[in-house]
């Protein structure tokens, strides 16, 4: 049976050192990370995560503030918004929560983020520091993925790593950080010829398609690692749902070393990730402010 990893438990040892690190900031400073989240709409959903996102970065020591604007807010209007939180000096984070109404264009807002700002590391200009190795913001949920999978043990250099899934969000970037940790990488997607055969060669499986329950344990090698990203709402009976992976837990969890469940295993370690980066975003600042 598959060690479960427990990405709730490591999310709050992360969190922990985000809070240390702040109060270490600001000892020294008197700053505290700023961290300004945009939400557009009423998706219930969205509003939960943006809540929690809130509470844990105040419970981190942030100042958190979120801006609350209406479904049919012009693109114009989005953009002056976040004009002014990049001129702002209080705020290192800067978080448009996704995906947003069809009237806006998704990479025209990103890329109107500073991209010293762009804590969810989805600018064009992060996406290509990561893609060729230098330093920048990497999207929190490959790299709560990655360390993950290093708190796991799961041995990188030289393995095998499978992605199912392409998106800009976790598939490619989550490709590059395994590229960068000496694994061989291959991205699988919806065309992708004899799916489950591909993944069976994986020593690192990571599934990121939004299919419940699309990767069943004869898919998974004898002793690989799993990283299950999927997050999909089913329905349990008598008017109930719950939430489960792309994978199934329990016939995969018979043949893999280690197997992150859903909830509990990726998904906490999202938040904690975004905290860590608008840290970092802190610090940066503080020290092109002390050069200038």
């Known amino acids: 049976m598959a060690e479960r990893i427990d990405g709730k438990a490591r999310a709050a ?3 922990e050192d985000v809070a240390a690190g702040v109060q270490t900031l600001f000892d020294a400073t008197g700053v505290r990370p700023g961290l300004t989240v945009v939400i557009i709409g009423e998706d219930p959903a969205s509003q939960v995560y943006v809540r929690n996102k809130g509470r844990m970065a105040e ?3 942030f100042v958190s503030n979120t801006h609350r604007l209406p479904a049919d807010v012009p693109e114009a209007d989005l953009l002056a918004i976040i004009d002014d939180l990049n001129a702002d000096d209080s705020v290192h984070g800067i978080l448009v929560q ?9 990479r025209t807002v990103i890329n109107r983020i500073d991209p010293d700002k762009d804590v969810d590391g989805f600018h064009t200009v992060n996406v290509g520091r990561l893609s060729i190795g230098l330093d920048g913001f990497v999207p929190c949920t490959p790299l709560g993925c990655l360390d993950l999978l290093k708190h796991s043990g799961a041995p990188l250099t030289g393995a095998h790593a499978v992605i199912v899934g392409r998106s800009n969000i976790v ?3 989550m490709a590059a950080l395994l590229l960068a940790e000496h694994c061989t990488v291959t991205i699988a997607h919806s065309r992708t010829r004899d799916l489950a055969a591909l993944c069976r060669t994986a020593d690192i499986l990571v599934a990121a398609v939004g299919r419940p329950g699309l990767i ?3 898919w998974v090698k004898e002793g690989a690692t799993v990283i299950d990203v999927g997050i999909n709402r089913i329905d349990a009976g008598e008017g109930k749902t719950r939430l489960v992976g792309d994978v199934d837990f329990e016939s995969a969890a018979q043949r893999a070393a280690a197997i992150t469940p859903v909830p509990g295993g990726v998904g906490p370690m999202t938040i904690a990730c975004l905290l860590s980066n608008t840290l970092k975003a802190a610090k940066r600042a503080r020290g092109r402010a002390s050069q200038s």
Do not use: W
């Open 13 to 15: 040892m992360l969190r």
């Open 59 to 61: 419970a981190a020591g």
């Open 98 to 106: 996704l995906p947003l109404p069809d009237h806006i264009d998704d």
């Open 171 to 173: 598939g490619k970037p």
């Open 216 to 218: 069943s344990g004869d």
